[in-house]
RNA sequence: GCGAAUGUGGCGGAACUGGUAGACGCACUGGACUUAGGAUCCAGUGGGGUAACCCGUGGGAGUUCGAGUCUCCCCAUUCGCACCA
């Protein structure tokens, strides 16, 4: 046994095992076990492993391997989610095809997983840019054409003028392409999208079936469903006709010219929309204009459409034809509709485009509000901006006429583009009305300001001085009005609490009593009014209650060439004709180069001529691949039966499925884990699985961040310097005072923490970390400095740390090679002859295997190896073992408790550490395997003590301890408690009031 | 703006059901061994005070014999976002 750690030598050692043995294959069905399924987010193959992964696989497999020893029959695979745009870009780098780039990667990550010892099971690999796994998303894809799960209809895509092609959001930076700096353009498209909609209401009520995931992943999905109940209603707009308008059929007609000026169809698309008629869908309404036509009809469609559950139907749709006089808006707080002053349409809503035909700033204002950003959180704080049309509409309920603003708050994708404004109960409606000058009308009071209100309407009445009832919770009537009068000083008390009051209030927008909204109202809380309001609307056909969704279909079209192709052919006669399934899967040609203008797969003729299965003409391929998140919804079901050639997934999933344990970043936590939750649920009701959810367990972990040094010059720009590269200087308390660049000595600045990244330059390589210190090293480093859903922030001193506890455990491990005796158990030891330090080490080491135990389980491993690194600190503290007792004659009991303490201590550290564990477990004769030892468990009876150290304190402040026998009495642990001399002191003259004994903790006096 | 979380030494972080705050590690200080050490080992290390003691878990109230932990109100930071009407 070499004295000294050697991971490079310890590592190649144990990898070897396991690959002769085949240590990690995972058995299909295995009865006499359960099962456990864990599984980490499977890598994109961008070139080498970044400290995120490691991190996330090392937890995944201190999880597997912990599993494993506690006797589950545990799956862990490995995959590539393979296909991406990164491929493409490198291929235009690098003129290398994005299939020969992929594969590269991938044998070189393979190899930094393997030297991280990862337990895999390799048989398993899948990579989703292979026919044998895509084919599968295209007999999938087609399914769901049949149900009518899939559909196409347009969207809206970012265009490149000059490369001629698509861009990814990504790729458009401040508004322009990133390769040719020309202005991007909006463009509709036809695009496929899958009916996720149908799901929200099963999405949403199903995360309730989720206890295990982290509550704020949860709390993501269900706000992006975003479910809101409310009443959708119509303001009439007869005044329109009066103020020489258009119809609102020709306005829409109006609107589909604007966007029909540039139209875009994709190379090899020639059919355009008409043809969807032959799929399932029965969406009649498939032309869309930008804007010209509200989200909620394509939701009803949906939800007609659905197989499977479906949300509650909608209510009717808005404006079409004949049905065109009404501005129809949604709102959750129906309560406050008498508090309407004006309404705001999008800056792309039919009202605008008409209002600005003959109204040349309205028209900028319009065109303004369409470049702006359409970020929520720029949006929510920017200025609210707004524009009268001229028009205004009929409140359905007073009949008053409502102006009508464009606003630039108000969103076209969401409901119809429209809102009713309440100032008085809505903040932006408030900001809004606040800088346009537009009244404020107040309807909902809370319960103070209703009984100030009374009071000063008591008092005015009181001395008979007439008033507007309603009126007076208007701050500008009291103050104009009131305060003018002459009025008692009781009178004038009673005002001013209101006046204050309102004032207090301002935008009131919390929950409260309808007032000023006319008899029939007035006096109703929230759920009254609205369900009054919503009937009297329904009663005159004017709206109802609804539900609205925010989450939007998936479109899952993607304009380019490394993705899974869309299984679709384009007859000039037959229209879009899908691909018969015993011609899947539909081949990527593998050795495109991709240049960056067009789109590289419509200019290959070998895949894009075809013949039609329906005629037998000539026909064009469908040349769109799919999103993908497509890939990545399913792999995990694949992982159980690779091998299947014939079916997407078979018996086995029954077995493997759900997944127990999901380990990823949180960034995952909406897309990637909704489309997932999605599929499955689609599989389920295609009869192909039989579970609900695909995750019954999730771990989000935390990101790794890095120190970020830089240096700004006078002129120039900005440098970044690696943190490896900077010595950090300390005062003598360790106070971070300085830090300067190594190379030449001067200071550099520091710009707090952040995620690893190039452009900040504080990357760290895993490759040269396993290489220095060692995959051990590297694991115990990531699993020991956070608990894994925090952040975790790289210390080369704590990497350092790392090491030294495996050299120190080594070393140790060496030192007692000699008198480790692996027959020697408890049992044979008589207690009653051995040193209480003996005992004491004992039991701290079993103390801490309790807490590891107890840690391993919630998964917080940070402090599982605190507990690994206390019982290494007990042992060195065991009088025979350690190493300035050397020549001490070993008692048995001595070299028991270090066998025993070993033994455990290299099993509970296993999953972590599994190289160096497997090597000493071996050289000390504990066994072959330690991954097939049962999982270590602490003895209670090493817990045991004769006398217990009690805690005294003198009204709850600590003031000594107390030794005393473990079975002693309450009254003797408190005789003994108030006789301690230093208790005495502090109680002093003071009588004793009350005396509490905690057993076996503590004693508190209460004078 | 909305949603979610988090605030504990110089730092990462411990503290099970309210019961010794700061485990474990890093950094730092002193010492040992060394030609040397950025290796290893030993000791110390929340702040203040010579001391007895006092103060300490973002701030402020409260419940309790006792609060990092429970309740209420503030403050700050981080993350997500598609103005969710």
Known sequence: MNPRYSPDQVERKAQADW??????????????RPKFYCLSMFPYPSGKLHMGHVRNYTIGDAIARY??????????PMGWDAFGLPAENAAMANRVPP??????????????????????????????????????????????????????????????PVDQTVLANEQVIDGRGWRTGALVEKREIPMYYLRITAYAQELLDDLAKLPEWPERVRAMQANWIGKSVGVRFAFRYEQIASANLLPLSQVNEHARERVSARPLLPPGEGTGMRDEAVFASRERDGVRDVGAAPRSNERAVAMRNAAGTSPSPSVPLPPGEGREEKLWVFTTRADTIMGVTFC?????????????????????FIEECKRGTVIEADLATMEKKGMPTGLSVTHPLTGESVPVWVGNYVLMGYGDGAVMGVPAHDKRDWDFAVRNSLPIRRVIASKQLLEDRYRAIDELEKENISIDREKITDVRYIEDFVFKKNISKQAERAINTL??????????????????????????????????????????????KQ?????????ISRQRYWGCPIPIVHCPSCGDVPVPDDQLPVVLPEDCVPDGTGNPLAKRADFVDCTCSRCGKPAKRETDTMDTFVDSSWYYARFCGTDNATAMVDQRVDYWMPVDQYI????????????????????????LVKYDEPFTRLLTQGMVLNDIYFRKPESGRITYYNPADVDVTCDDKGNRVGAVLRADGRAVEWDGLGTMSKSKNNGVDPQQLIEQYGADTARLFVIFTSPPEHTLEWSDSGVEGSSRFLKRLWSFAEESKTFVDPGLIAATIDWSQTDDELKIARREIHLALKQANNDFAKLQFNTVVSAAMKMLNALEGVPGASRSAQGVKRQPADKMVVTEGLNMLLRLLAPITPHVTHVLWQELGFGDDIARAPWPVHDETALAR??????????????????????????????????????????????????????????????
């Open 344 to 364: 705001a349409v999008a800056a792309e809503h039919p009202l605008a485009t008409h209002a600005a035909r003959n109204n040349p700033a309205l028209a900028d």
């Open 946 to 1007: 004769d006398v217990i150290e009690m805690v005294v304190q003198v009204n709850g402040k600590l003031r000594g301890k107390v030794s005393v026998p473990a079975d002693a009495s309450e009254e003797s642990v408190r005789q003994a408690a108030l006789a301690n001399a230093t208790i005495a002191h502090h109680v002093g003259a003071k009588p004793v009031r009350k005396v509490i004994v905690v057993p076996g903790k503590l004693v508190n006096v209460v004078v």
């Open 499 to 544: 006046h204050s009051q309102l004032i207090h209030e301002g935008c009131f927008i919390d929950y409260g009593v309808v007032i000023n909204s006319g008899e029939k109202y007035d006096g109703l809380d929230y759920e009254a009014a609205i369900d009054a309001i919503a009937a009297d609307l329904k009663a005159k056909g004017l709206g109802d």
């Open 547 to 555: 539900v609205q969704w925010r989450l939007r279909d998936w479109g």
């Open 67 to 76: 599993r494993r020893m506690r006797g589950f029959n545990v799956l862990q």
């Open 99 to 160: 299939a020969a780039w992929t594969y590269d990667n991938i044998a070189y990550m393979k190899k930094q997983l393997k030297s991280l010892g990862f337990a895999i099971d390799w048989s398993r690999e899948l990579a989703t840019c292979k026919p044998d796994y895509y084919k599968w998303n295209q007999w999938f894809f087609l399914r769901m054409l049949e149900k009518g799960l899939a559909y196409k209809k347009t969207g809206v895509v970012n265009w490149d």
């Open 664 to 687: 990823g970043g949180i960034e995952h936590a909406i897309l990637h884990l909704l489309y997932s939750r999605f599929w499955t649920k689609v599989m389920r009701d295609f009869g």
């Open 19 to 32: 690959e002769r043995a085949d240590a990690y294959r995972a058995r299909d069905d295995d009865t006499r």
